[in-house]
Every structure is written in structure tokens, then in C-alpha cells.
């Protein structure tokens, strides 16, 4: 038979999301434009670019569990923190999408999650510029993000206020917050009639 090839394939993974993975992903967006100083629109931040190995100068992109405000206080950084994720009902009472040729069903939910970036830095107006350069980059890019991941949705949705970092003195953080959506479809195959494999002296046992 002929294969299938209408529904586009998301670049992160075949499975879809995770957690882990989109931790990565937010992470390797961020490697990415700041490793390159020709991508950088402030100039404050050119010769601050991010380096594989452990600087002073460079700016630090690191996952919120990683990070260590104790040694890691001395370069601007943007750390990363996944929030919620929530799951949408589709429509139907168990996620019915649908069936196969093979009159299999299919399940269909929508997801949705968000990331917030925390750009820090140790004066609070190079914190403000940090996020700038940090929004910026992910709104102006986040339709080529959002095709490329084959997402429902993946945009900058809010830029908090600046505050000081109690656990960091003399830092300032700038929280800003992406928020992504995707749809997460599965098929049921029924290899057996429906309780086939359940006997009811064992269904009884279960309590006891």
C-alpha cells in the first residue's frame, strides 16, 4: 500500500513532547542565538556570547535545577523553568477522534505548556536589555518555531517585572514567559474482545 505522508513530522521527536525534551529545546534555542554575536541586537551583550566550556565573561543559559546562584552570580544568565502543563478535552467523553480503515479508534487531546525564561543579570537595567534581547528573539521567530515542532501554538505570551533575586544578592531577573500547545493523538488497537482476559474471582481479589 501506498505510505501515508500528508501529516508533517514534528523535528523535536516522534513521540511528541516531554518534559526533558522541551527543556532541551527551550535551552538549545537560546545556545543558539546567543552563541553568535552577529544574532545579538544589543550591543551590551556582543562580546557576552555563550561558550561550550565554564567562563566568567559569557553568559550562562542553564535549567533552573542546575543552577547555582552561589557560583554562577558572576555573568548574566537565562535560566529556564517549565510551569504546568494543562490537558484540553477535545470534545468528546473519552478523547474520540475518529477511527481507522481498520476500524480501530483514535484518541485525539490537546496540550498545552508553558516555559518561563528568567534573564538575570547584576544591574537591573542590563537585566531589562537581557530580556529584551531575549523576547525578542522569541517572538520574532515563533511561527518558524511553532512549524518546525509542528505545534498548535507557540508564542511569547508575558514579560514580567524586574525584581531582585533574594537568593542572589544584587541580582535582578526579568521573567519571561512562552506558552506552547500541540495535539496528542494515539490509536487504540483492540487485540481481544473487551474483558476477554478478566475473571471475575480475580477482579474480586483485588481488594482483598
Same mark, same amino acid.
Given at each position: 500500500?501506498?505510505?501515508?505522508?500528508? !501529516?508533517?513530522?514534528?523535528?523535536?521527536?516522534?513521540?511528541? *513532547?516531554?518534559? &526533558?525534551?522541551?527543556?532541551?529545546?527551550? +535551552? *538549545?534555542?537560546?545556545?543558539?542565538?546567543? $552563541? @553568535?554575536?552577529? @544574532?545579538?541586537?544589543?550591543?551590551?551583550?556582543?562580546?557576552? /556570547?555563550?561558550?561550550?566550556?565554564?567562563? #566568567?565573561?559569557?553568559?550562562?543559559?542553564?535549567?533552573?535545577?542546575?543552577? @547555582?546562584? !552561589? @557560583?554562577?552570580?558572576?555573568?548574566?544568565?537565562?535560566?529556564?523553568?517549565?510551569?504546568?502543563?494543562?490537558?484540553?478535552?477535545?470534545?468528546?467523553?473519552?478523547?474520540?477522534?475518529?477511527?481507522?480503515?481498520?476500524?480501530?479508534? +483514535? =484518541?485525539?487531546?490537546?496540550?498545552?505548556?508553558? =516555559? !518561563?525564561?528568567? $534573564?538575570?543579570? +547584576? +544591574?537591573?537595567?542590563? $537585566?531589562?536589555?537581557?530580556?529584551?534581547? /531575549? %523576547?525578542?528573539?522569541?517572538?520574532? %521567530?515563533?511561527?518558524?518555531?511553532?512549524? %518546525?515542532?509542528?505545534?498548535?501554538?507557540?508564542?511569547?505570551?508575558?514579560?514580567?517585572?524586574?525584581?531582585?533575586?533574594?537568593?542572589?544578592?544584587?541580582?535582578?531577573?526579568?521573567?519571561? !514567559?512562552?506558552? %506552547?500547545?500541540?495535539? #496528542?493523538?494515539?490509536?487504540?488497537?483492540?487485540? $481481544?474482545?473487551?474483558?476477554? /482476559?478478566?475473571?471475575?474471582?480475580? &477482579?474480586? *481479589?483485588?481488594?482483598?
Amino acid at each position: 500500500m501506498p505510505e501515508d505522508r500528508t !501529516t508533517r513530522v514534528s523535528s523535536l521527536c516522534s513521540f511528541n *513532547q516531554r518534559p &526533558l525534551l522541551m527543556d532541551g529545546l527551550m +535551552k *538549545q534555542l537560546l545556545i543558539d542565538h546567543f $552563541a @553568535n554575536p552577529d @544574532n545579538i541586537e544589543h550591543v551590551e551583550f556582543r562580546d557576552r /556570547v555563550w561558550k561550550p566550556a565554564a567562563c #566568567e565573561t559569557g553568559i550562562l543559559i542553564e535549567l533552573a535545577p542546575a543552577w @547555582n546562584p !552561589t @557560583n554562577e552570580s558572576k555573568r548574566p544568565a537565562v535560566i529556564i523553568k517549565r510551569n504546568d502543563w494543562t490537558c484540553i478535552k477535545r470534545g468528546t467523553f473519552d478523547n474520540t477522534s475518529g477511527s481507522t480503515a481498520e476500524g480501530d479508534r +483514535k =484518541h485525539t487531546k490537546y496540550m498545552k505548556g508553558s =516555559h !518561563t525564561l528568567f $534573564a538575570i543579570c +547584576k +544591574k537591573w537595567a542590563e $537585566a531589562e536589555i537581557l530580556a529584551a534581547e /531575549v %523576547y525578542r528573539h522569541m517572538m520574532h %521567530y515563533s511561527p518558524v518555531f511553532r512549524y %518546525y515542532f509542528n505545534m498548535m501554538m507557540f508564542e511569547l505570551v508575558q514579560i514580567g517585572q524586574v525584581h531582585e533575586i533574594e537568593e542572589c544578592e544584587e541580582h535582578w531577573a526579568v521573567p519571561i !514567559t512562552v506558552s %506552547y500547545a500541540w495535539e #496528542e493523538t494515539w490509536i487504540l488497537r483492540q487485540h $481481544a474482545p473487551r474483558l476477554k /482476559v478478566f475473571r471475575v474471582s480475580q &477482579l474480586m *481479589q483485588i481488594g482483598s
